[in-house]
């Protein structure tokens, strides 16, 4: 069964910058789509980046120009480079791989922590 273990949260000032860290288990995680999501205290989870096997990538608007997900397949993990952040990123960010066919999530993290202080 394939975990997923999310690294690199913690506090940082506004206009700062995190690099989050998902590893996988497993041997499949270079033909899963992976994704990044956040959830911050009474609001939804939203969908932060993705990242599929042919590396195509998707940033949501709002940290657009900021964040940049990346995934090196060698070591089975995937990336969240957070820069410039703001007391709004604040959030637990979870990471999650999606199944072979891209039509559900099938794993997710646990999430970490990043608060961003103004």
């Known amino acids: 069964q394939v975990q997923l273990v999310e690294s690199g949260g913690g506090l940082v000032q506004a206009g700062g910058s995190l690099r989050l860290s998902c590893a996988a288990s497993g041997s499949t995680f270079s033909a899963r789509t992976m994704a990044w999501y956040r959830q911050a205290p009474g609001m939804q989870r939203e969908l932060v980046a993705s990242?599929?096997?042919?590396?195509?990538?998707y940033v949501a608007d709002s940290v657009k120009g900021r964040f940049t997900i990346s995934r090196d397949n060698a070591k089975n993990t995937v990336y969240l480079q957070m820069n410039s952040l703001k007391p709004e990123d604040a959030a637990v960010y979870s990471c999650a791989m999606y199944d072979f066919t891209d039509t559900y999530l099938e794993v997710w993290g646990r999430g970490t922590l990043v608060t961003v202080s103004s």
């Open positions: 990242v599929t096997s042919g590396d195509n990538t």
